[in-house]
């Protein structure tokens, strides 16, 4: 059974950071890109940033310059860092993984918070 888990998520105060882990079952294979997307309340899921298989990435205008998507090959995890965040920022963030066979797999989601 294929599993994506997400870690890190919390409250901050604005301007803090935060950094989002995604931690997959290992039997995916084929990936075309590793994203982050998110969900505030009452709004769309949106793209935060991906890293597609080719290593190039993409980012929305909202976290580019702030926000960095990578892969930690040892711990086999993709990790978000968020830097700066805003009191724009709240909502469940989810990792998104898309195979090149079109296999679609999203993880439960982490809360962000973002309060003074």
């Known amino acids: 059974q294929v599993r994506l888990v997400e870690s890190g998520g919390g409250l901050v105060p604005p301007g803090g950071s935060l950094r989002l882990s995604c931690a997959d079952s290992?039997?995916?294979?084929?990936?075309?890109?590793r994203g982050w997307f998110r969900q505030a309340p009452g709004k769309q899921r949106e793209l935060v940033a991906r890293?597609?298989?080719?290593?190039?990435?993409d980012y929305s205008d909202s976290a580019r310059g702030r926000f960095t998507i990578s892969r930690d090959n040892a711990e086999d995890t993709r990790r978000l860092q968020m830097n700066s965040l805003e009191p724009e920022d709240p909502a469940v963030y989810y990792c998104r993984y898309v195979t090149m066979g079109a296999a679609d797999y999203w993880g439960q989601g982490t809360q962000v918070t973002v309060s003074s």
């Open positions: 890293l597609y298989r080719s290593g190039t990435t």
């Open positions: 290992g039997n995916i294979s084929g990936v075309y890109s």
